[in-house]
C-alpha cells in the first residue's frame, strides 16, 4: 500500500510539473514578446508608490508584471524550502496571495524590509523563523508604506532610508500583533494580518500625516488583458482539479465531508489532504470567474489578487457553500447601494474572509455579514490612506468582531428556547409514563 502511495504521489508530481511547465511556457512567453519594454515596466513596478490601487498592467505591462509576480514567488518558494516549512494549508494560502498581490501593491523591492523585520524578530525572541514565516509572507500587505515613503513626489533624499527601517519595524512587531488581533474576530475573519494591517497601517499612517507626508492615492485598472487572463486562470484552475482528481485516487470521494466543514481554523490539507485541497481551490477559483462575468467586470490585477486569495484561501477554510452566501451578500447591498463595479467584485472576492461566519451559523448571517463588509469597506480605506494591500481583510475582521456577539444573542435565545421545549417535552413524557403506570 505505502509503495503504491509513495508511486501515485510520484506521478501526481510530475503531473504537477508537466502542467505547471506549460502555464509556465505562456507566461515565458508574454514576457519574451514584451521584452523590449520589460526593463522599463519592471523598473515602473519597483519605483511606484503603490498605494490603493495602481494595478501593475497598467504601469508595467504584462511581460514585467509577470516577472514581477514570479519573482515574488520563487522568492518565497526558495524561503520555504530553505527553513524547511511544511506545506500545509496556511503556506498553500499564503503562496496564492502573494502572488496575487504581486499584481498590485507588492515587489520584491518593498517586501524585503518587512522580511528583514521577521527575521530580527524570531533572532530576537530565540525563535525558529519557519514557525513565523507564514506571518510574514501575510504582513508584505502593508508593502505600500515602503513604496510610499521611497517613492513618492513628496519624498526626500533620506527616504530610502527611512522606508527602509519603517519596513523593518513593520516586520519586527507584526507577530505579536497578530497573536492579539485574532481574540477580536475569534478567527472568524481569514484574513487576520489584514486586520492586523489596517490597525497597524492606521497608526502609521496618522504619524506621517502628523509629519506633513501627503499620500496620494491611486486608481489606476487596467481592461485591455481580461482575455489573456481569463485563459491563463482557466488553466490554473484545471490544473488544479486534475492533479487533485488523480491524488485522490481518480474520484471526488469526502469532498461532499470537506463541504460540511465550516472553515473556522481549518487547515483542508491536513483534514482532507491534498487531492481534495486542490480540488476545491480549483472550483473555487471558477466559481470566482463565473460571479466575476455575471456581474460583468473585467480581469485586471487586483482582481485578479482576489480570485487567486480565494483559491488559495480553499485550503484553508473557503468551499463554495460557506463563500456563496458572502458572494450574495456584497452583491445585494453593491445593488441597493452607488458602487462601480469594479468595486463591488473587489469587495465581494476579498469579503469572503468571512467565509467562517456562514460557515459556522448558517447562510442567513453569512449574507449579512456580506452586506455589512459592503458598506464598511468602501468608507474605512481612509484610516490607513491606501496604504494596507488587505483593506478587506481589515473591513472583515471589523465586521466579524462586531457581528458575532450579535450573531450569539439570538442563537443562544434560540437554544435557549429549544432547551426549554426538550425539557417541557421530556416532562410531559415522564408525567404521561407515570400516569399509565398508576392505572
Same mark, same amino acid.
Given at each position: ?15 504537477t510539473?508537466i ?13 519574451i514578446?514584451?521584452?523590449a ?10 519605483t ?25 514567488f ?11 516549512v ?29 522580511? #528583514? !523585520?521577521? /527575521?530580527?524578530? %524570531?533572532?530576537?525572541?530565540?525563535? =525558529?523563523? @519557519?514557525?513565523?514565516l507564514?506571518?510574514?509572507?501575510? $504582513? ?38 497578530a497573536?492579539?488581533?485574532i ?16 490597525? #497597524? !497601517?492606521? /497608526?502609521?499612517? %496618522?504619524?506621517?500625516?502628523?509629519? =506633513?507626508f @501627503? ?7 487596467s $481592461? ?33 465531508k ?14 482532507y ?11 473555487? !477559483?471558477f ?25 488559495g ?22 445593488i ?19 467565509a467562517p ?15 455589512l463588509?459592503?458598506s ?27 457581528l458575532l456577539?450579535?450573531?450569539r ?8 428556547f ?22
Amino acid at each position: 500500500m505505502d509503495e503504491f502511495s509513495c508511486g501515485r504521489l510520484k506521478k501526481a508530481k510530475n503531473l504537477t510539473l508537466i502542467f505547471t511547465f506549460v502555464i509556465l511556457s505562456i507566461f515565458i512567453y508574454f514576457v519574451i514578446i514584451d521584452k523590449a519594454n520589460i526593463i522599463i515596466g519592471l523598473t515602473n513596478i519597483v519605483t511606484s508608490p503603490s498605494t490603493l490601487i495602481t494595478d501593475f498592467l497598467v504601469i508595467g505591462g504584462l511581460g514585467a508584471t509577470f516577472l514581477n509576480a514570479f519573482s515574488l514567488f520563487i522568492f518565497n518558494f526558495i524561503l520555504v524550502k530553505t527553513f524547511k516549512v511544511k506545506i500545509n494549508g496556511l503556506i498553500l494560502a499564503a503562496f496564492f496571495t502573494i502572488f496575487g498581490f504581486s499584481f498590485f501593491g507588492k515587489n520584491i523591492f518593498n517586501v524585503l524590509p518587512i522580511y #528583514l !523585520g521577521g /527575521i530580527m524578530y %524570531s533572532k530576537f525572541e530565540h525563535l =525558529n523563523f @519557519k514557525t513565523i514565516l507564514p506571518t510574514i509572507m501575510f $504582513t508584505s500587505a502593508l508593502a505600500p508604506f515602503i513604496s510610499a515613503m521611497a517613492f513618492s513626489s513628496n519624498s526626500s533624499e533620506e527616504g530610502y532610508l527611512l522606508a527602509m527601517i519603517l519596513g523593518i519595524i513593520i516586520g519586527f512587531i507584526a507577530t505579536p500583533l497578530a497573536k492579539k488581533m485574532i481574540l477580536f474576530h475569534e478567527g472568524f475573519n481569514l484574513y487576520n494580518l489584514g486586520f492586523t494591517g489596517g490597525l #497597524l !497601517g492606521a /497608526i502609521i499612517t %496618522s504619524i506621517l500625516k502628523a509629519y =506633513n507626508f @501627503k499620500i496620494e492615492p491611486q486608481k489606476l485598472i487596467s $481592461t485591455k488583458y481580461h482575455l489573456v487572463l481569463l485563459v491563463t486562470c482557466s488553466m490554473v484552475f484545471l490544473l488544479l482539479i486534475s492533479v487533485g482528481f488523480y491524488i485522490n485516487k481518480n474520484s471526488f470521494n469526502g469532498y461532499k465531508k470537506l463541504l460540511k466543514c465550516s472553515g473556522l481554523k481549518s487547515d483542508f490539507v491536513e483534514k482532507y489532504g491534498y487531492g481534495l485541497s486542490f480540488i476545491n481551490m480549483g472550483i473555487n !477559483g471558477f466559481l470566482s470567474i463565473i460571479f466575476i462575468l455575471l456581474v460583468g467586470e473585467t480581469l485586471n490585477g487586483p482582481i485578479l489578487a482576489g480570485i487567486l486569495t480565494i483559491v488559495g484561501f480553499s485550503a484553508f477554510g473557503k468551499h463554495p457553500l460557506n463563500i456563496i452566501p458572502i458572494l450574495f451578500g456584497v452583491w445585494l447591498a453593491g445593488i441597493t447601494i452607488e458602487v462601480d463595479k469594479f468595486v463591488l467584485v473587489l469587495s465581494a472576492l476579498f469579503g469572503t474572509a468571512m467565509a467562517p461566519i456562514s460557515g459556522v451559523y448558517g447562510p442567513i448571517w453569512g449574507v449579512i455579514a456580506g452586506w455589512l463588509h459592503m458598506s464598511v469597506v468602501i468608507n474605512i480605506g481612509v484610516l490607513h490612506g491606501g496604504l494596507n494591500l488587505y483593506n478587506n481583510g481589515f473591513s472583515a475582521g471589523i465586521v466579524a468582531g462586531i457581528l458575532l456577539p450579535v450573531i450569539r444573542t439570538f442563537t443562544d435565545r434560540k437554544n435557549k428556547f429549544k432547551d426549554q421545549y426538550f425539557l417541557k417535552r421530556q416532562e410531559l413524557y415522564k408525567n404521561l409514563y407515570s400516569k399509565n403506570k398508576s392505572d
